[in-house]
């Protein structure tokens, strides 16, 4: 049931670019994205919303494939801030906060 | 805006003891919710709580409890502690319960080490 994310971990020079994968088994209503760094609080990215709506963060992109019950946040022109472990989180559509979070993906962004 | 506080923020117990946990959400959200993170498992939901009340549970077992105040501050419990409920303990709040429009903002979390 936990959404699988890839790759597990990424390097990338500054400036370069990268995406991160989310699979889910079921279908999804909604996917969340976060950014957690070592030993402080995940901070929220983005929301993709089944049918196309998007809120979040102005200088991060993401996808929402409903067929392929993917999503897809994408990192580019990177900045050392970047760096951190990404997760995503699913939500069933219900009216209710409960998030199936991903395995996670660690970036790490050299200059 | 404050941010969702939680405290203490570390916390270490021996086995068999029990703890709370506090959480207070950013001013006006009344959804809080409870996460357990470990190097294992990941994120995994606790609860969540909306206007005092339970809306959804977790798969954790009867020692891990919760409960939310009218402030909407929110805390848990864990009775009967063991070696495996060591782990970081976060707290998210949003305006409203409902995943698919809410923005959930985490709190820096509790880290608990039990021995």
């Known amino acids: 049931q936990q959404p699988v994310q890839s790759p597990q971990a990424v390097i990338l020079r500054e400036g370069e670019d990268a995406v991160i994968n989310c699979s889910s088994s079921?279908?999804?209503?909604?996917v969340h994205w976060y950014r957690q760094k070592h030993g402080e609080a995940p901070v929220f990215l983005m929301i993709?919303?089944?049918?196309?709506e998007q809120k979040g963060h102005e200088k991060i992109s993401a996808s929402f494939n409903e067929k392929k019950q993917q999503s897809s946040l994408y990192l580019t022109a990177s900045q050392l801030s970047y760096s951190g472990t990404y997760f995503c989180?699913?939500?069933?559509?219900?009216?209710?906060?409960?998030?199936?979070f991903g395995t996670g993906t660690l970036l790490a962004v050299q200059p | 805006k404050a941010g969702v506080t939680q405290t203490p923020r570390y916390l270490i117990k021996t086995r068999g003891q029990q703890v709370t946990l506090s959480c207070s959400p950013i001013?006006?959200?009344?959804?809080v919710s409870w996460y357990q993170q470990t190097p294992g498992q990941g994120l995994q939901f606790l609860f969540e709580?909306?206007?005092?009340?339970?809306?959804n549970k977790g798969n954790f077992p009867g020692r891990f409890s919760g409960r939310q105040f009218s402030n909407s501050r929110s805390e848990m419990n864990v009775s009967t502690l063991e070696l495996g409920d060591s782990a970081l303990y976060l707290c998210?709040?949003?305006?409203?319960?409902?995943?698919?429009?809410?923005?959930?903002?985490f709190g820096p979390g509790t880290r608990l080490t039990v021995l």
């Open positions: 998210a709040s949003s305006f409203l319960p409902g995943s698919s429009y809410n923005e959930q903002f």
């Open positions: 079921k279908a999804l209503y909604s």
């Open positions: 993709l919303l089944k049918g196309g």
């Open positions: 989180g699913t939500g069933n559509g219900g009216a209710t906060n409960k998030l199936i």
């Open positions: 001013s006006g959200h009344r959804s």
């Open positions: 709580y909306f206007s005092e009340t339970q809306r």
